[in-house]
């Protein structure tokens, strides 16, 4: 993409390793295998080793196996943020010590002069909160809810990779088209 140094991408439940994600959200995959070499080859053929991609909660599900989530990093390009989700059991310092290169519950991103929340789950932003940015990129809510979402007057972007395309979503061109009315709210 360009000549940029790295570039950000966001995703979120993408949930390597759970076979039963494929019935529950209708995932278009046969196999537990399949799916999890296809959101892999997908992210690689988009993401670089300089790159940097926010996971926003539901990364891996580990069958109670911690190691699984180490194995899934080491096949994976770029330098992951994890926003945890309802489905990372691990703390803070041990994603940040096996691979992870930050991880929290949520974080605020002034960019372009707009105020934006990275948060798994838009449930857990009050009213009042909500008020405070411009936009709240999240997931949790898989393909339940449109890409693009409205509540009230606050724009809501569901990045749950059943909403875009199983591959990770080049974060500076998503708020490029939503500052150029790409995406415009329907009346």
């Not at 041990?94 to 691979?99: D, E």
């Not at 990129?137 to 059943?162: A, C, L, M, R």
């Not at 591959?167 to 088209?177: C, H, K, Q, V, Y």
Request: positive net charge.
């Amino acid at each position: 993409m360009g000549k940029n140094l790295f570039n950000i991408y966001v995703c979120s439940d993408l949930h390597f390793g759970h076979w039963n994600i494929i019935e529950y959200c209708k995932r278009p995959f046969l196999t537990l295998h399949e799916m999890d070499k296809k959101m892999k080859d997908n992210w690689n053929r988009i993401v670089r080793p300089q790159d940097m991609v926010i996971v926003i909660g539901d990364f891996v599900w580990t069958g109670g196996k911690p190691d699984k989530i180490k194995e899934y990093l080491s096949k994976l390009n770029g330098r992951i943020i994890l926003v945890v989700g309802n489905h990372d059991r691990k703390g803070y310092s041990w994603y940040m010590t096996n691979g992870i290169n930050f991880a929290c519950d949520r974080f605020v991103w002034d960019f372009n002069g707009k105020r934006i929340l990275f948060v798994h789950d838009p449930a857990n932003v009050s009213v009042e909160e909500r008020q405070k940015y411009d936009y709240v990129i999240h997931g949790h809510q898989h393909g339940n809810v449109p890409f693009i979402h409205y509540i009230e007057d606050k724009t809501f972007i569901n990045v749950s990779v059943e909403n875009i395309k199983y591959e990770p979503t080049n974060l500076i061109i998503l708020l490029s088209r939503l500052s150029q009315g790409f995406y415009k709210k329907k009346v």
